[in-house]
């Protein structure tokens, strides 16, 4: 393999027999996952070049390899957020360095609120869609040639399919919905969450919506799941807060983790 991109040279010299295919991002209440990776090598980000310094309570920021089931994996568990610095790139070389080393699809996990009654704290949502309300893109300075990224489909239908049957195959309810990326890193005033439920969203949360132009810059599929952690601002008398957030995804991360597990293994 020829590889121009540093941080996968490093990733090599770690674990020089890898040869990842899928890749996925954990997001709060998804770390779990770690557990079920068999054989794992696990490199800090920092000995990886352009990988995030994660400082998101909850996000370790380690890169796993090794399998889950039968695949082989790229597992990164912490990622960076666009409300950290502003910088709404920071997850575009990593990602380019999971394609170099041979990564063709991408699971983003996040944690999200709801935006829809029938969808409590505790739900899993598998994304359809998603609205960029920030309108912040990941590909300024991206070549003319390829800057104009088809979206229609972001979230691989196949994909999807295989998602709501592992569902099915786990015992869980998995509910289908759009995505709303809201900047951050405060959170929504209720006003804000009746206009996103008027707009068409079903779940709102502050990060994925990047990663997923990116991976469809450089030809990834995507799949994308959401934890609820709570009702929207306003929605619940519950006052919100991250560890709030951290609290919830943790009594629903093991249904979470299977299920991801169980896709994984169907793809
Ligand atoms: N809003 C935005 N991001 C979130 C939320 C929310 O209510 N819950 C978890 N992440």
């Known amino acids: 393999m020829s590889l121009n991109n540093l941080a996968a040279q490093q990733v090599l010299?770690?674990?020089?027999?890898?040869k990842p295919r899928v890749a996925i991002v954990l997001g709060s209440g998804w770390g779990g996952l770690t557990g079920l990776i068999s054989e794992p090598v696990r490199i800090p980000y920092h000995a990886l070049n352009g990988f995030p310094h994660a400082t998101v309570q909850g996000h370790s920021g380690e890169l796993w390899l090794g399998r889950i089931g039968e695949h082989e994996v790229a597992v990164m568990s912490g990622r960076k957020h666009a409300y950290e610095t502003g910088d709404v790139t920071g997850m575009k070389l990593p990602l380019e360095t999971l394609q170099?080393?041979?990564?063709?699809t991408l699971i983003l996990t996040n944690a999200a609120g709801s935006l829809r009654r029938d969808m409590p704290p505790g739900?899993?949502?598998?994304?359809?869609?998603?609205i960029n309300?920030?309108?912040?893109?990941?590909?300024?300075?991206?070549?003319?040639?390829?800057r104009f990224v088809n979206m229609t489909n972001a979230y691989d239908a196949e994909l999807r399919d295989k998602a709501l049957q592992a569902a099915r195959t786990v015992g869980c309810t998995l509910h289908e919905?759009?995505?709303?990326w809201y900047f951050g890193p405060q959170f929504e005033t209720p006003?804000?969450?009746r206009m996103f439920r008027i707009l068409g969203a079903d779940a709102v949360g502050m990060s994925t919506v990047p990663e997923t132009i990116i991976a469809r810059h450089i030809g990834m599929k995507v799949l994308a799941f959401s934890l609820i952690t709570n009702m929207g601002a306003g929605m619940s008398s519950e006052a919100l807060s991250h560890a709030h957030t951290l609290e919830q995804a943790n009594a629903v991360s093991d249904t979470a983790?299977?299920?991801?597990?169980?896709?994984i293994a169907s793809l």
């Open 257 to 263: 983790n299977r299920l991801l597990a169980s896709v």
């Open 13 to 18: 010299q770690h674990a020089p027999a890898a």
């Open 177 to 180: 919905g759009v995505y709303m």
């Open 123 to 130: 739900s899993l949502m598998v994304l359809n869609d998603h």
């Open 100 to 104: 170099a080393l041979g990564c063709t």
């Open 133 to 146: 309300l920030a309108q912040r893109t990941p590909l300024i300075g991206a070549a003319a040639s390829t």
């Open 191 to 193: 006003a804000e969450i």
